[in-house]
Every structure is written in C-alpha cells, then in structure tokens.
C-alpha cells in the first residue's frame, strides 16, 4: 500500500515499538493527520542501556514492521542515545511538528522542541472504535514466565508421599503482574531455572513436554533432592490444573480447566496477603509422620478444591485449602510454623485459608469479601 505523502508538514516520533501492536498503529494514524510521518526507532544498545535488557525484537524487525505501517512515510533507527536519543535525528530532519502520547511527556522533550522551533504535541491514549487500549508493558507481562499457585494437595507429587494413598495436586498458573517474593512457594526456584533455559519468556512448543524438560533440568541425575513436577507443570500449563499422582514423580493423569469465566471466578476469590518468606537453611520434611489417614485427608482436599472450582463454590474451596493446611500439619510438622499459624489465625473468619509453601510466603485466602490488605491474581488461561 502507498504511503501518505500529501503532507508537507513533516511530523516526527520516537519509540521503542517493540511488540507493535493497535495501540501503535492508532498512534500513528492519529499523528499521520498532522503531516508527513517520520518515525525515529531506538537501537537495541540504547534499549538496553535504558531498561537494562534486550527488546522482544532486534532493531532490524522492528524497523521493518514500522515501515510497513502505512500510515508511515519513513522510520530510521535513532542516531543518538538516552532519553532523547532521537535528538541528532530532529536537528537533521528539522519537522515542523514532534508528537507523543501522554504518557510519553516529559519536560525535557518539551524544552528540546522549544528550543529548536517544533511545535510539540501531546495526544490521549485513545484506540481504535471496538478496540481495547493495551501498552506494550502489559502484553509483555503476558509473554513473561509465569508464577504458580499450589491450593491443594501439595506434597502429593512426591511419590513418598502419594504411594500412602493416590491424590490430585491443584495448581494454577498466574501472570506476573508483580514480582513475587522469592522463597514463597509459588515455583519461584523452579521459575529461576527456566529462565537460564529460555529467558523471562514463556517457551514454544507443547507445555506438557516443557514442564518435563524443565523438572529434569532442575533435578539432574545425583541430585539430593527432587523438586516435585507440580512446580514445573504448574509453571507451564496454563489455567487451572488437576494433576493425579499415584507413588511416582510424575502424574498419571492431567485435567484442565481454561474457560474464562472459572478463571475470572477463581481470581475474584483468591486473595495473597503477603507473611514472612521461608527461612534460610529450613528443612520442610526433616520431619514425617506419614500414615494412611492424613495422606488420604490430603488427597481429599486436593479432589474438594477441584469440585469446588467447577461449581463455583467458595465455602467448599475455603475448606479444602484448610483440610490441605492440617494434612500438612500431621504428616510434615515443620511445613507448618507457628510464627506463621499466628499469622493465619487473623483470618478465621474466612471460608479458609493455606500458605503458599512451606514455612510461608504468602497466606491463600478464599472469600468473596474483599480482604483489604490482600494482593490479587490474574489467571493465565
């Protein structure tokens, strides 16, 4: 398709442009109505130094995906570096116009133009009719590894465990809308080895096999102790996720759920109020008092908390979390500290409530009451 090259004004912006998406392109209609189009593109070494990692696509890609745009006359890669790294480009190209969004403002660009005689244009984040506004920062939070949330049955992934009785593991996946607190029981170590595998990004390919590479990356041959795949599988599968394990590291079987108003439901009733992070050199399982009884009472949160989801049921889904927390409590005392059950104790009078991992992290409540203090999730589906 033609250019647009009817203007004589000549109209500069700049930007990164990485993961060019509707909210650019209605960026750059809007500022193609003030004149002849010239996009100024950061560098991947500019990127870098600015935001201290890499662009999702080189300069060369996302170049050309600009270009292609057709309400663009030309885009170049920036000649200069920080901030206003597009500066040599506007003494070079001397437009008559500068625009940016409002929340690309700054002072500094203002005073540049100023000062060489640009007329300086600030435009509303408005997209397209049918559309929804969107930031290049929140659809990269979607491509971003993920966290996990265990609710239920934990433990049950290792086969000393699930060979007393069989029983499901409920995890879900959430996006990383903050940074979670390290050593808090949402995969945060097995997230940590699944960056050095593919970088802060959710990998290609079937999930299912990812969580295998993954669990066998982190638990090479020798190793002393083997993290559970419910961390792993957590992390990759999206949704909701019922994983049955019967005395072996892996589950026999996988069920899921991705619709999304389970999702939205789910998000509405979980609530992560933040406690103190598992301590340092602590050992979950120094001690086991393992039997049949309380490795059944855990299976069977694990099965109550699944049901509860599907029907949208929170007094069943509070309680399957405190059924699992007292599992914990019987069969592996020192999963449960007291500093941390006094914490818990604050919030009896929800329909129930676990820890995000042994030791703590964050207390899981489930109520439709908002809970003030409390974080929310969003569910990956």
Request: proline share 6%; glycine share 8%; net charge neutral.
């Amino acid at each position: 398709m033609r250019k647009l090259t009817s203007k004589k004004k000549r109209v500069l912006v700049s930007g990164c442009f990485d993961l060019l998406h509707a909210g650019h392109i209605a960026f750059f209609k809007t500022a193609s109505t003030y004149g002849q189009l010239y996009v100024s593109v950061g560098t991947d070494q500019n990127i870098r130094n600015l935001k201290g990692k890499s662009p999702t696509f080189s300069q060369e890609e996302r170049l050309y995906m600009v270009n292609a745009v057709r309400y663009v006359h030309q885009a170049f890669l920036s000649s200069g570096s920080g901030i206003l790294d597009y500066k040599p480009d506007l003494i070079r190209l001397r437009p008559e116009v500068f625009i940016v969004n409002s929340d690309g403002h700054t002072e500094e660009k203002e005073r540049l133009c100023s000062e060489n005689g640009v007329e300086y244009i600030v435009l509303d984040r408005i997209p397209e009719p049918g559309l929804t506004d969107q930031a290049s920062s929140e659809i990269k939070k979607d491509l971003r590894l993920p966290y996990r949330i265990c609710l239920a049955g934990g433990w049950l992934d290792q086969p000393w465990v699930s060979e007393w009785h069989p029983g499901s593991v409920i995890v879900v996946q959430i996006k990383p809308t903050i940074d979670f607190h390290e050593r808090s029981g949402l995969g945060t170590s097995s997230r940590k080895v699944a960056r050095e595998l593919w970088g802060d990004r959710i990998p290609k390919g079937d999930p299912v096999r990812n969580a295998r590479l993954l669990f066998g990356a982190e638990n090479p041959p020798g190793a002393p102790y083997v993290s559970g795949s419910q961390d792993h599988l957590g992390l990759m599968l999206p949704g909701i996720n019922r994983l049955f394990y019967e005395g072996d590291y892996w589950p026999s079987r996988i069920d899921s759920l991705t619709d999304p108003d389970t999702a939205e439901w789910l998000e509405k009733v979980i609530h992560l109020i933040p406690i103190h992070s598992r301590p340092m050199q602590y050992d979950p399982i120094r001690i086991k008092h393992l039997t049949v009884k309380w490795v059944q009472k855990l299976a069977e949160s694990g099965e109550l908390c699944w049901q509860s989801i599907r029907n949208k049921d929170v007094a069943g889904l509070g309680r399957s979390l405190t059924l699992s927390l007292q599992a914990w409590k019987h069969i592996l005392p020192m999963t449960v500290l007291d500093e941390s059950l006094d914490e818990l104790k604050k919030y009896a009078s929800y329909p129930g409530a676990i820890f995000s991992g042994s030791g703590g992290g964050y207390i899981v409540a489930a109520s439709e009451e908002p809970i003030p203090e409390a974080q929310k999730i969003k569910i990956r589906i």
